[in-house]
């Protein structure tokens, strides 16, 4: 294929790969090649493969310099990457070739593959979308850069305790070298913190003294697919600005002066592992600050070769904010024009509003970023001045077309009140973009209609739009799923480098749903995925599963408003029922596995007890003879990227089933689904447009809509219904584990109370219909497997739309504004 042979050296040819990677061994790990192990084998293969992104990556940008086209930049705070080598092999074409110089040299490419750890730079959706969205931006040849923090420690290692609670362990993901970045020594933008900050007339201003932090690019290459083109993510780290402090150095406190540069490279040290919920910590200011300051004088600088005046800077600059993490970069912005380009303020502005385009990814109150004033006024002076002058005139507009209404004011204004006042991220966020969007249909419309309602009302509707989210079919199909792609392949008669990049020709395997030779097929695919996790299962937690058993997976960051507990409880009321039935009837029981996976934020007291209920509940059942044929319960310990792609293939079911209107979109569920795993969900997020896509009798939807939620939780406030009258198969369960049935009987209770009091999640009320559809579940799997498998292949055969592709598109043509730039 053309995109592999450059005109300098990508390997793509046995001998070629073979020689690298010996010289690789022999050169930069300075190891002979005769005893090496696969640690060794592996560092060596992806030297050879970093050469050759390398290449791909010069090429690439120097186009991009020399055509000048608008760029987009993707201001993210987490990029969740999982492992690259396997990756980087599938885009660029070169895996049967390594494969077969690897067995040459002795090795199993599959191993070495297994071997890389992961790269998780990120918590959970959020962060895997940034980096599906990096792939698919070079695979679709749109140039676009990430930029990011360079975390030292990663999302925590999670241990389960004997007890079943979760432990962290920290992970040093950088203590054996990373062949996958290309430190930039060079590129260092010296980064402010605290200080004195002046004020003139015109708004301009002087910000000096306090303190100064070097930021250090590192790159991370990122191959298209069956491209050359090859993107990057800038990666910042932060170092002290001299080894020492000079002034307590001279000063004789040699230990204060080491503190100092501890301090400043204790910025980039750790990722914040909360997801949807908001920490006030100042470190995590700190490095908001640090990362957007870095990132805006970069694409300045590069901007600034262009010499292009700089009131064309939003046509050749496009920058996307990732939620309200780089917020910052807004009135960061305002700063360079203002008060070092000499920008008057309104020009200032308008550029600014040009420029920026945020993506909102939550309307869970507890998730809106407000930073309190005193922290901000210490950290960032100017900044905050900024900011009151932005609010200050931002008010008066209001005032002016809604006079009189001081209760508006209050609630659109940058500033809560209250002691401490509060800065509101979104609302900055939203007063400093062109436009802002949600992640999904029913998301986009609450954002619209509840968090910011007023500002639709101020700047109209055309404002505020939506992109649904995408995955990477890469990743996400081939890499994980090879047997499914290739089936896929086969069937439809196009070559798999042209429908990987555009999904929508799956749709040709919809001929053959009813053709009986490629429905064996397609469940032999299946089942050997199973077979795959089952073996998994059995080498790391010992138990032994049966692959002819459906496996029904929920695996996703543990939050109350995903619901895990409801999954939990439907496993209980599963075990009860089944072991009321005699040996007889017994045998009509659908056979399942249900696996949970998914870590909770270290300070969530509730999330962590749901884990340790789920982890004892699977003792009990698990060790219960009478149910064991029919029942397994497993809790999957460390959920990663990595472990995502053994167990999306390998669902039956997947169960997506947060309370409506709290889940913004969710991405598994399109994994799960383009993988032919069928969902169990609410009528939330992209579940909707999924059911949309794929037919809504191929979604086992339960459980109220989220425009009755509201409703509902003013009844549970004002008109209370006891759990035994609302749904008398709940109370007995949550009985059952009050009494001790599964050990610590007054360890679970604040997690059984948060049910029986307020229950603002709605368990109460949706449970009933959640037993029905999982009924109906069952009912379908072992009474019409042959239905099963075409609802399956219809659901897969559907779901072009969730391609990162056609999201990453529609944010170029519809958000940016930039083309295609394509390296020939
Ligand atoms: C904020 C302030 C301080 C500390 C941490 C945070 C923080 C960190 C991470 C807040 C939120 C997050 C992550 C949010 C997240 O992952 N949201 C998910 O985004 C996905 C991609 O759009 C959606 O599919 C999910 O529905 C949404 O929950």
């Not at 901007?303 to 009131?311: C, L, M, R, S, W």
Request: glycine letters at 6%; hydrophobic letters at 40%; a negative charge.
């Amino acid at each position: 294929a053309v995109w592999k042979s450059g005109l300098r050296g990508v390997h793509t040819e046995v001998p070629s790969i073979a020689k690298s990677i010996v010289n690789h061994v022999q050169t930069t790990l300075a190891r002979q090649a005769y005893n090496l192990d696969n640690a060794g084998a592996y560092g060596a293969v992806a030297h050879t493969v970093r050469d050759d992104l390398i290449i791909n990556w010069n090429d690439t940008q120097m186009h991009y310099t020399r055509k000048a086209p608008k760029r987009a930049y993707y201001l993210s705070l987490e990029f969740l990457m999982g492992r690259t080598l396997d990756n980087a092999l599938l885009n660029l074409g070169t895996k049967d070739a390594y494969k077969e110089s690897v067995a040459k040299l002795g090795f199993n490419v599959e191993d070495l593959i297994d071997s890389e750890r992961d790269a998780a730079l990120g918590n959970g959706g959020l962060g895997r979308l940034a980096a599906c969205y990096l792939d698919s931006s070079a695979s679709q040849e749109i140039p676009l850069w990430g930029y990011g923090l360079r975390y030292e420690y990663g999302m925590f290692q999670q241990l389960i305790a004997t007890d079943g609670s979760q432990l962290e362990a920290p992970d040093p993901w950088l203590t054996h070298a990373n062949p996958w970045e290309i430190p930039r020594l060079d590129v260092t933008y010296d980064v402010r913190f605290y200080g004195h900050a002046e004020r003139f007339d015109d708004k301009n201003g002087i910000w000096s003294g306090g303190q100064e932090v070097v930021a250090v690019a590192y790159d991370v290459p990122i191959p298209g697919y069956a491209t050359k083109n090859t993107n990057n993510i800038r990666l910042w780290k932060s170092a002290p600005k001299r080894g020492f402090d000079l002034n307590s150095f001279n000063a004789g406190d040699y230990e204060r002066a080491v503190e100092s540069s501890n301090s400043a490279e204790a910025l980039t040290k750790v990722l914040y592992p909360n997801d949807n919920h908001m920490v006030g910590k100042e470190l995590r200011l700190k490095q908001q600050y640090f990362w957007t300051a870095a990132s805006l004088a970069d694409i300045m600088r590069r901007f600034k070769n262009t010499d292009k005046p700089i009131k064309e800077f939003p046509d050749l600059v496009a920058i996307q904010l990732n939620d309200t993490h780089p917020t910052l970069a807004i009135p960061e912005l305002m700063r360079i024009l203002v008060d070092e380009e000499e920008v008057p303020w309104k020009d200032a502005w308008e550029i600014v509003t040009k420029t920026f385009g945020f993506t909102n990814h939550t309307v869970l109150p507890e998730a809106l970023e407000r930073w309190p004033v005193p922290l901000f006024q210490h950290l960032l002076p100017r900044h905050l001045q900024i900011i009151y002058d932005i609010d200050f005139e931002f008010l008066q507009a209001v005032e002016k077309k809604f006079p009189g209404d001081r209760e508006k004011l209050a609630r659109m204004s940058l500033i809560q009140e209250g002691m401490p006042q509060y800065i509101r991220m979104a609302n900055l966020a939203v007063l400093g973009s062109k436009k802002v969007n949600g992640v999904a249909e029913l998301h986009s419309q609450l954002v619209r209609t509840t968090i910011l309602k007023d500002f639709v009302e101020f700047y109209g509707s055309s404002k505020f739009g939506n992109v649904t989210n995408g995955v990477t079919p890469r990743r996400w199909l081939d890499q994980c799923n090879p047997d499914l792609s290739n089936l896929i392949t086969e069937t439809i008669g196009v070559p798999k480098t042209t429908w990987l990049k555009d999904l929508y020709l799956i749709k040709g395997i919809l001929d053959k749903v009813d053709d009986e030779t490629f429905q064996k097929k397609f469940a032999a695919v299946k089942r050997k995925n199973k077979e795959r996790l089952a073996a998994y299962i059995h080498s790391t937690l010992g138990v032994t599963v049966d692959a002819s058993a459906m496996f029904d997976i929920q695996v996703k960051r543990i939050h109350e408003y995903k619901r895990q507990t409801l999954n939990l409880l439907g496993v209980i009321h599963r075990y009860l029922s089944i072991k009321a039935l005699t040996p007889e009837e017994r045998k009509k029981v659908n056979k399942r596995v249900v696996i949970f996976a998914g870590k909770a934020a270290p300070g969530y007291y509730i999330a962590k007890l749901t884990i340790r209920l789920i982890v004892n509940v699977a003792r009990v059942i698990n060790a219960d003879p009478d149910t064991a044929e029919y029942l397994t319960l497993l809790f999957l310990p460390d959920y990663s990227v990595s472990l995502a792609e053994l167990l999306v293939p390998a669902s039956d079911i997947s169960q997506h089933i947060s309370t409506a209107g709290t889940e913004a979109s969710g991405t598994s569920n399109m994994k799960f689904t383009l993988n032919g795993g069928l969902l169990v969900g609410t009528v939330d997020g992209a579940n909707i447009e999924i059911a949309e896509e794929v037919g809504e009798e191929n979604v086992f939807f339960f459980g109220h809509l989220a425009a009755t939620v509201e409703d509902i939780r003013y009844q549970h406030a004002y008109h209370p219904v006891p759990v035994e009258q609302k749904s008398p198969a709940l109370a007995r369960i949550l009985n059952e584990v009050s009494s001790g049935r599964f050990g610590d009987a007054h360890v679970y209770e604040p997690l059984l109370n948060t049910i029986r009091q307020s229950d603002y999640y709605l368990l109460t009320d949706d449970f009933d219909s959640y037993l029905e559809a999982q009924k109906m579940v069952d009912d379908i799997y072992s009474k019409d497997p042959i239905g099963w498998i075409k609802r399956s292949i219809t659901s897969v055969a559907c779901m072009g739309k969730f391609s990162s592709d056609r999201a990453i598109m529609e944010y170029a043509e519809e958000y940016w504004n930039i083309e295609r730039v394509k390296l020939e």
